[in-house]
């Protein structure tokens, strides 16, 4: 008898045929001849329907103990389901029930909960029809990012986690520390100075993979990183966490031209491979969550985005007839009211904004030949804001060194990435795709806690 996962069953089982599946109960109803079963084992939205009848042996206690949440391995025989809905059922030849869960207890009932209730149970939202279909779709959006890298021939680069530097020169690092939590003083007028305790050097969780992509880049040409990077900004928003994971390609003999055309190219790719490997969690979040998701997934499969300076940004948001909360400037960053009102409002789709004033943005992007401009990009998406960053990176050492000196920084500790600009530099530029943000934008989910399994932020890091 074979053990099959019940996505496959819905797809490919057949009337007679002898299965046995393991899952999770999600609800039971019982009639006076018989009870019905409905069970999901995560590997799609769909439960499948499990017909008990009475003479599955030990029907009236099987009965009591298959409550939501009970733990279940269903043995039977697949059967044409006459409801609507489903193409077959599986009639029961013997059930065993591994755990129960006391409906007393249990905290997940069949009606509705909100997200904010759920993320106080996140050992247990995931068996929710919403979160498990969240997950099932970032799983697949991982799994296009990596397809996408690995089919132009692009190295997967595990960039560190711990590092002694700054990318982003934002000062958002935390800090690492090796002490022993037994040998901290307990009183008041003992201080202890955490910030040198990585074996006595200063160490942070990085903020960004991408300096050290820059490196690998120019060895390999092209490369990616994927993983989780971590920022101390203190934002209580649904667009922020303190730990999210980024996909960084690095690309050498590259500008900010190419840099964009592979943003453009990439989110395309993703989007058409999670529709197709997950078209019925794509439905479920566009029936469910927000009902154009299939039209953005759309828009943006076919339509080029598009592109626009920062400058040509402004002067088209100081002609908007409305009022922003923030002022708009030329100089100052977008705020995310106003690049909603770029890519939702005036252009409905995806925007690329590029060349961003210098005085803004990171040290190491490249300053254009205006000296007031780098060529910087961000990629604001509707309802999102950006959700890429990028920027073709300065090669030429001695505006490099001007660059990090103006920003106040050490050149000093950045002798590594200096040399890359000594020995054999070229033109390179990549981008950073914040991962949450992506899988929201795909799924219509309005708070970025709700699209990672454990979300991190300043009031919450449970689980
Ligand atoms: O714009 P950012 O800060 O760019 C970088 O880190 C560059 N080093 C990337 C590169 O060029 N290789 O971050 C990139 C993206 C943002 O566009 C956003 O989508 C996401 O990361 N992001 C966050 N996502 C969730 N929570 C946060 N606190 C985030 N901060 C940035
Ligand atoms: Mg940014």
């Not at 193409?87 to 009606?111: C, F, M």
């Not at 029809?129 to 990012?145: F, K, P, S, W």
């Not at 040198?196 to 300096?211: C, I, K, P």
Request: net charge negative; with cysteine.
């Amino acid at each position: 008898m074979q053990k099959k996962p019940i996505a496959q069953l819905l797809r490919t089982g057949q009337p007679d045929e002898t299965v046995t599946i393991q899952g999770w109960v999600r609800t039971k109803r019982e009639l006076k001849e018989f009870a019905f079963m409905e069970v999901n084992d995560g590997s799609c939205l769909a439960n499948l329907q499990v017909i008990l009848n009475p003479d599955v042996p030990d029907y009236q206690t099987t009965l009591q103990r298959v409550n939501t949440g009970a733990s279940v391995e269903v043995a039977g025989v697949l059967v044409p389901s006459p409801g609507k809905g489903q193409r077959i059922e599986l009639r029961a030849n013997s059930v065993q029930v591994y755990g129960e869960a006391d409906p007393a207890t249990y905290p997940l009932q069949k009606k509705r909960h909100s997200f904010e209730f759920l993320r106080t149970i996140g050992h247990l939202r995931s068996r929710t029809n919403t979160i498990g279909a969240v997950l099932r779709v970032r799983n697949a959006c991982a799994n296009a990012i990596h397809q996408f890298f690995q089919e132009r021939g692009f190295l997967w680069i595990h960039s560190p986690i711990i590092t002694a530097s700054d990318c982003e020169g934002a000062g958002e690092l935390f800090t690492v520390t090796n002490l022993n939590l037994n040998e901290i003083p307990k009183t008041e007028d003992q201080l202890v100075d955490f910030s040198q305790d990585f074996f006595g050097r200063q160490a942070y969780l990085t903020v960004s993979g991408q300096l050290q992509a820059e490196v690998m880049a120019m060895t390999f040409g092209n490369v990616y990183t994927f993983g989780p990077t971590f920022r101390a900004e203190n934002s209580n928003t649904s667009r922020h966490l303190a730990e999210f994971w980024m996909v960084e390609p690095e690309m050498a003999f590259c500008d900010l031209q190419g840099d964009m055309d592979l943003a453009e190219e990439f989110l395309k790719y993703v989007f058409s491979s999670v529709l197709e490997n997950c078209p019925e969690d794509m439905e479920f979040f566009n029936k469910r969550i927000d009902n154009s998701v299939l039209a953005t997934a759309d828009n943006i499969i076919n339509n080029q985005f598009e592109r626009i300076t920062y400058t040509d940004a402004i002067a088209q948001l100081e002609k908007a007839d409305r009022k922003f909360e923030y002022p708009v400037e030329w100089g100052t960053d977008l705020q995310s009211e106003h690049e909603r009102y770029l890519a939702e409002e005036l252009f409905q789709k995806p925007v690329i904004v590029s060349d961003y004033p210098v005085g803004i943005k990171a040290f190491y992007m490249r300053l254009n030949e205006d000296g007031k401009t780098v060529a910087a990009m961000d990629v604001l998406a509707p309802k999102i804001g950006e959700i890429i960053g990028g920027s073709q990176r300065e090669e030429r050492l001695d505006v490099l060194q001007q660059r990090i000196q103006n920003q106040g920084m050490n050149p000093e500790e950045f002798w590594w990435y200096l040399d890359l600009r000594r020995y054999g530099t070229v033109a390179h530029a990549g981008f950073g795709l914040g991962f949450e943000r992506l899988v929201q934008f795909m799924t219509g989910m309005g708070n970025i806690r709700d699209v990672i399994p454990f979300p991190r932020t300043p009031l919450s890091a449970e689980f």
